[in-house]
């Protein structure tokens, strides 16, 4: 008696690696650089993949702040600024997903969201004149140091 099977197909590696994976659009509390939201919007759009527009801010310590919800109040412009990547992607039918993490240590968080989320690209796109030297050097070196996937930085 034969036995059928079913012949087995192999995918591409890199296929296998990106399929699902969202393009991660990041920034630590400042507006967005215009060429990195350009490429975030560009490889979720030529990609189909969702894009996901995180702002990780510090969370400071003050315990009254945070019981009395004054911890969450940005700027408007800041508030703007941010959110023009998502309404700016949904008009061009990319499904968005907007998230805000507030940490003591957002450089940690910004790596532990990645490695939660799974994207297929990182593009950290802050404004480089908003954002100190030294916060962009720590975040870019982390990101480039323990991301599984591709990393864009804002030149």
Same mark, same amino acid.
């Given at each position: &008696? ?7 197909? +192999?995918?591409?590696?890199? =296929?296998?690696?990106?399929?699902? *994976?969202? !393009? @991660? ?7 967005? =650089? ?7 919007? =560009? #490889?979720?759009?030529?990609?189909? *993949?969702?894009? !996901?527009? #995180? ?8 315990? &009254? ?12 412009? @800041?508030? =703007? #600024? ?11 039918? !990319?499904?968005?997903?907007?998230? $805000?993490? +507030? ?33 962009? $050097?720590? #975040? ?10 591709? !990393?864009?930085?804002?030149?």
């Amino acid at each position: &008696m034969t036995e059928l099977r079913k012949p087995s197909v +192999r995918e591409p590696l890199e =296929d296998r690696a990106t399929r699902g *994976r969202p !393009v @991660l659009l990041a920034t630590l509390g400042v507006p967005f =650089d215009p060429d990195g939201l350009s490429f975030a919007l =560009d #490889a979720a759009v030529e990609s189909g *993949r969702p894009l !996901v527009v #995180a702002n990780v801010v510090r969370l400071e310590p003050l315990p &009254m702040s945070v019981l009395l919800g004054f911890d969450r109040l940005e700027p408007p412009a @800041l508030a =703007d #600024a941010l959110i023009e990547p998502a309404r700016l992607a949904h008009s061009l039918g !990319v499904e968005v997903e907007r998230l $805000r993490v +507030r940490s003591p240590r957002p450089v940690s968080a910004l790596v532990e969201l990645v490695d939660e989320i799974g994207p297929g690209i990182v593009v950290f796109g802050p404004d480089r004149e908003r954002l100190s030297r030294r916060l962009y $050097r720590k #975040a870019a070196a982390k990101l480039s140091e323990h991301a599984p996937c591709l !990393v864009w930085l804002a030149s």
